[in-house]
């Protein structure tokens, strides 16, 4: 047998009904705010950031993927010159001049490696660089890919088809 519900009973009943209703949406908003948040920080941290300018230089920008790339590869050359000086401090170590030299060296990049430093050197490059790349733009001045080619080529002595054997002449 079903009791017959009061109105207390239904009024009860509709509070209840309403509280769940309030506590489901305000889960909901919850849950969606802090899936925002994270899609939010792994967009800026994956898309935005790269593609945000550090420095614009007449219209032109230099990105944060730019910058911090250049970064990483001047460090890594930096290290790998402290890390040959310090070979050679090894192979060398008798002679107190030399030794003085190469840890004056070193020293010189340690100071150079500090993230202020090293990060002010790349900002001045990549700034000099897009200046140089406008106004060589604003004179007509182009290179074509294969002249950058022969002129790495050149500078490394690498000839992908081998170097030209000379010719006898009589």
């Known amino acids: 047998e079903?009791?017959?519900e009061t109105k207390k009973h239904l009024a009860r009943r509709q509070?209840?009904?309403?509280?769940r209703r309030n506590l489901l949406i305000g889960t909901a908003i919850i849950l969606v705010a802090v899936i925002g948040v994270?899609?939010?920080?792994f967009l800026n941290e994956t898309v935005?950031?790269?593609?945000?300018?550090?420095?614009?230089?007449?219209?032109?920008?230099?990105?944060?993927?730019?910058f911090e790339g250049q970064v990483r590869y001047a460090r890594f050359s930096?290290?790998?010159?402290?890390?040959?000086?310090?070979?050679l401090s090894q192979m060398f170590g008798t002679d107190p001049s030399i030794?003085?030299?190469?840890?004056g060296q070193l020293a010189q990049v340690e100071s150079q490696l500090t993230p202020?430093?090293?990060g002010q050197q790349m900002l001045d490059r990549l700034t000099n660089d897009l200046l140089i790349r406008q106004e060589a733009k604003r004179r007509g001045i182009t290179v074509t890919q294969a002249e950058v080619d022969k002129a790495f080529q050149e500078a490394f002595e690498?000839?992908?088809?081998?170097?030209?054997?000379?010719?006898?002449?009589l």
């Open 78 to 87: 930096m290290i790998q010159n402290a890390y040959s000086t310090y070979q």
């Open 116 to 118: 202020s430093v090293i």
């Open 15 to 19: 509070r209840e009904e309403a509280q």
């Open 2 to 4: 079903k009791i017959p």
């Open 38 to 41: 994270l899609l939010y920080g």
């Open 158 to 169: 690498y000839f992908p088809d081998g170097t030209s054997t000379p010719t006898a002449s």
């Open 48 to 66: 935005i950031k790269d593609s945000q300018a550090i420095v614009t230089v007449n219209g032109d920008k230099i990105t944060t993927k730019q």
């Open 99 to 103: 030794l003085s030299s190469i840890y």
